[in-house]
């Protein structure tokens, strides 16, 4: 990873938005955001389904790792955000009469598992990776999507910028502090390596942490079409 990006989060200057894209190997595709506005509805219950992950993931911590107050007392908080914003997201799906339907997971998240390391500290130090990329990519997504859509569902995912970006602050955090002083830039570069073939590579189903769409959906057929 470089240098700037390593220390863009320790920059006055940067908004907290900015610090989280440029930590990030890549920006989300237009042509994900161009299938994401035609498929709001998938897009909704995935996000619910996120928001669960989120908290479910924070609450494993905390049982796992009980020898740090720090770790207890940021992972506690965002574990009840997480659930505040899913709480959020179901009342928007209920005004809208969008049925929470079971809905498989992504890819992202489990790939990004299968390179974490089994023993520890490497388990640990990676998980808090993990965690941290999620929240940024999450974060840069509501983001990018908040000028695209209707004005009450603009307006939920720009009030999610301050807690996701901070979310993934803590989660960098953390992952410091577990190294113990020694440096964990080769794995955070590992998995934005990972993270940026996902986020880049087509993928076959829209979710909120998809690629771009493969070439059996329409947004993708319609995006080559309007190229030539
Ligand atoms: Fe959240
Ligand atoms: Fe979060």
């Known amino acids: 990873m470089n240098s700037s990006r390593a220390s863009s989060d320790n920059d006055p200057k940067k908004s ?39 908290a479910s993931t924070a609450l494993n911590l905390l049982y796992r790792y009980t020898d740090d107050f720090a770790l207890l007392d940021k992972l506690s908080r965002l574990a009840r955000e997480e659930m505040l914003h899913f709480e959020r997201v179901i009342a928007l799906m209920k005004r ?7 809905l498989s997971a992504s890819r992202y998240a489990a790939r990004l598992h299968t390179a974490i390391r089994r023993g520890e500290p490497g388990r640990r130090i990676d998980t808090l990776i993990v965690g941290a990329l999620i929240e940024a990519r999450s974060c840069e997504r509501f983001a990018k999507l908040a000028p695209h859509l209707d004005d009450e ?18 989660y960098l955090a953390l992952a410091r502090k577990a190294a113990g002083g020694a440096s964990i830039d080769d794995r955070v570069a590992h998995f934005l390596a ?35």
């Open 96 to 102: 809208r009469g969008i049925a929470y339907r079971p």
């Open 194 to 228: 990972i993270e940026q073939e996902l986020i880049e590579s087509p993928d076959d189903e829209l979710r909120f942490h998809s690629g771009p769409p493969g070439g059996t959906q329409p947004a993708r057929r319609k995006a080559e079409k309007s190229r030539g």
């Open 153 to 170: 569902l603009g307006t939920f995912y720009t009030s999610l910028l301050k807690s996701e970006s901070r979310h993934y602050r803590d």
């Open 16 to 54: 907290a938005l900015d610090a989280l894209i440029d930590f990030l190997p890549c920006p989300t595709p237009d042509a994900w955001i161009d299938a994401a506005l035609q498929a709001q509805d998938v897009l909704l219950i995935d996000h619910a389904n996120c928001e669960k992950k989120a």
